[in-house]
């Protein structure tokens, strides 16, 4: 299977790099190769690092940290002899860089995209985005994400960032959007596929901060029907991920990945004598965003 | 190919392929390229660097067939009522076929040093402007250097955001940012050394106004290069990064190029090189290069600041009908504003962008005193220059901006005896007598270096 690919975007200052430290940190197990674009504020526990030279750190925890002083493209060619060494590619694009267009440089070289992360500073993003220089770039960065991290929300008052997430939705709608601060934002939530101890027997569950809500069958799914129910989620569902059965491919199991208003669907292994017969999905949303009756009711009237 | 020995399958990679160069105004595509080369892969790179066009050798070679999907952010033109592959691709379409193309190797590159220098000796050229040179190509060029090939002077401007990377050579030891550039790589700029020297360092604001990703503070009157509406481009680096570092080399005192084509990566330069408190009377000479889409009310700042602006005038006629369109005639008349620069009492060059527009010294003087576009149309009457000024933008004041005014750019006494004689006389000739001037033989320091062969 093809390494997926995460880009994490955001003016300069937004944070991009304290979301990534967490994640090199907190890797949930997860292999992550994180492109950079210099070492200058990467900061990795010392007691972490594997080894290092000019442009790699390679970490214990199986994770790789690389620059791309190199060139995006170069890195890119170099990792696709290295697929079986990773679990997961992510890129920091440059400040001012549009990241779904880095996220199509990914694709072109063979990694899926399955999520464009876009980090805005709470106190500035306003300002940044009428900026005369700088007011362009931020408003397609906006535009470009599929995910938005509202970061630095400790740094505003509440009202705040009660009307800077209002204006983020006049401005970009239906773009899911998650507050954090210090840069925090759990692996498993942005990253990581659907793991086993992520389905329970209750359906509706927690995620840190968050609501989950699982879902099993053992009916394949119908393509049309997921796409259905997977575009009338509210926006404050920031996550979804599954392992499925497809009615349209019974021959494969596949990988569901939707991070904040991007779904990707990919074949997983081919389904095999052993496989338990079912599908499992994880609805991942903001407090007060999760309906499990209504969701229940749409995908049972799916089957 | 019989000159090179290649055998069927080996690749022919050119470069400074654009459409609008060609008679026919369209992309070259496998049936022109095809009857000519059946067995080796030829790949003409765009001069934008985005894109190419392939023969069928070179779809095989690379994997690209009719079954292949458009690559999201990509193009593959398709033959016309097929899905074959035509020949164009661009983008992402294009990255990864480039990143894996065959490599030269330091050697290999070493090698080409002298017919790379023959481009210019051929021209007439003695000083040679490499403008935006990465760490890894100024090695190769400082083992060139050391090891004798470079028979012409060769100015070497480093990128800024290679700083770090340059470091190191200089001082192994180096951590640290752009801004952060040690001392002992500051030492190495400002004198040549086995005919290469490191003149200043190269900030990059924005792109290019034909590519339309240049950066300006009013839109385009056309969509952007993904079809986006009131587009006027963006700067490629964020202003904060460009300005904290111009202030770090300027302090070091360094000279500073700047790359601006938009008005709004002008401002930007501007604001960053005003924040350091340079004036004119300082003598710093900082470069902008190309300023192309220059305001009128930016001239002001250029002579406060001591700003040299190094003028592209030949766009007017390689895209003055493209910019015509994107700018509309009030802002495409005063592209390389070089009339206005002269009467404002700026010293001011006009270059090629070699190899983005051809090595012809004529060319470039030729198209700032007639600004005539492809289609014929003038851009910007007012800022033709006269023969003097378009040659004084060639030579003296070419020389002065990389503080050469005592060793080269006229005839004196003292000079160093870098010289090209001529057919005809450019003060004298009419501008469309230009293009016909051919030169004999080229001098660097009283030796040789080219004659025209009878």
Known sequence: ?303 | MRKLALKPGDWIIGYGYDRSNLVEGRELNIDDLDPAFPDNPIMLIHSSNHGAVLNTAAFKAVGYNENTPTPAGGIIARKPGTNIPYGLIMETAFLPILTNAPKPSERELLDTLDEAQKIYTRAGVTTVQEGATAAKDLRVLRKGADEGLLYLDVVSLPLFLEIPELATDFAPDFVGGPADIPDEAVKAFGAYRNRLKLQGIKFIVDGSPQGKTAFWTQPLLTPGPDGQPDWRGQPVIPPETIHKTMAAVHAKGLQVFCHANGDAAIDLAIDGMRATGVKAADDRRTVIVHSQCMRPDQLDPYVELGFTPSFFAAHTFYWGDEHLANLGPQRADFISPMASAFAKGLRCSNHTDFSVTPMEPMRIMWASMVRTSKKGVVLGADERIDNWQALKALTTEAAWQIFEEKTKGSLEVGKLADMVILDANPLTAAPEALLDIAVLETFKEGKSVYRKEP
């Not at chain 1, 960065?141 to 960032?161: G, T």
């Not at chain 1, 968050?210 to 049309?224: D, H, K, N, Q, V």
């Open chain 1, 1 to 303: 299977m093809s390494l997926p690919l995460t880009v994490i975007g955001g003016y300069l200052g937004a944070g991009k790099t304290t979301v990534l430290n967490h994640l090199l940190g907190n890797n949930d197990g997860l292999r992550i190769a994180v492109l950079v674009n210099d070492f200058g504020d990467i900061n990795i526990d010392a007691e972490l690092i594997e080894s290092a030279d000019g442009e790699t750190i390679a970490l214990t925890n199986g994770c790789t940290c690389c620059t791309l002083a190199d060139g995006l493209s170069t890195v890119l060619a170099e990792l696709r002899g290295r697929s079986e060494d990773f679990d997961h590619i992510v890129i920091e694009a440059s400040g001012v860089a549009d990241p779904l267009k880095i996220g199509h440089i990914g694709a072109a070289f063979g990694f899926p995209l399955v999520g464009v992360t876009v980090v805005v500073d709470a106190e500035t993003v306003r300002a940044q985005s009428t900026d005369t220089y700088v007011g362009d770039t931020v408003m397609w960065q906006l535009r470009s994400a599929d995910l938005l991290i509202v970061n630095k929300r400790d740094l505003v008052a509440p009202a705040e960032l009660q009307s800077l997430l209002a204006w983020l939705v006049d401005t970009v709608p239906d773009t899911p959007t998650l507050t954090t601060q210090g840069g925090w934002v759990d692996t498993a939530i942005l990253l990581a596929p659907l793991r086993a101890s992520e389905t329970h027997a209750d359906p509706v569950g927690s995620h840190g901060s968050f609501e989950s809500w699982s879902f099993r069958t053992a009916t394949p799914l119908r393509r049309s029907d997921l796409d259905a129910f997977l575009t009338a989620l509210p926006p404050g569902v920031v996550r979804a991920k599954g392992i499925l059965r497809l009615a349209d491919d019974m021959a494969n199991n596949y990988l569901l990945q939707r991070v904040g208003r991007r779904t990707s669907l990919l074949p997983l292994n081919a389904v095999s004598a052993e496989d338990p017969f079912d599908t499992r999905l994880v609805v991942i949303g903001v407090p007060g965003s999760i309906d499990s009756e209504l969701f229940a009711q749409w995908l049972g009237g799916c089957m």
